[in-house]
Nanobody
Framework: QVQLVESGGGLVQPGGSLTLSCAAF????????MNWYRQTPGTQRELVAT????????NNVPTVRGRFTISKDNAKSMLYLQMNSLHYVATAVYYC????????????WGQGTQVTVSS
């Protein structure tokens, strides 16, 4: 059974840093592209960062480029999001995601972890 479990969220001051983790279970993690999304109340989930299956290539949305780093440890089936220089606008629930096929049933989400940037 596919399962994604995020952790590492919390309250951080503006300009601070936080690292999110996602433990993956039940699928061939090393073979899959992985994503981080975020969502604020009343909005659609926004793709934040993507990493290829072997971790060799990453892509971030322009709003976080240079400040957020996505990485994965295939040996541990772990996905990470290092977030630096956090702004208030980064406040959101962050979700780990894997999309393994064309059907909606092939896409999986974690339960989310809350990140709050506040002084």
């Amino acid at each position: 059974q596919v399962q994604l479990v995020e952790s590492g969220g919390g309250l951080v001051q503006p300009g601070g840093s936080l690292t999110l983790s996602c433990a993956a279970f039940g699928f061939p993690f090393s073979s899959e592209v992985m994503n981080w999304y975020r969502q604020t109340p009343g909005t659609q989930r926004e793709l934040v960062a993507t990493i290829t299956s072997n971790g060799g290539h990453t892509n971030n949305v322009p709003t976080v480029r240079g400040r957020f780093t996505i990485s994965k440890d295939n040996a541990k089936s772990m996905l990470y999001l290092q977030m630096n220089s956090l702004h208030y606008v980064a406040t959101a629930v962050y979700y780990c995601n894997v999309d393994m096929g064309p059907s909606n049933e092939d896409e999986y989400w974690g339960q989310g972890t809350q990140v709050t940037v506040s002084s």
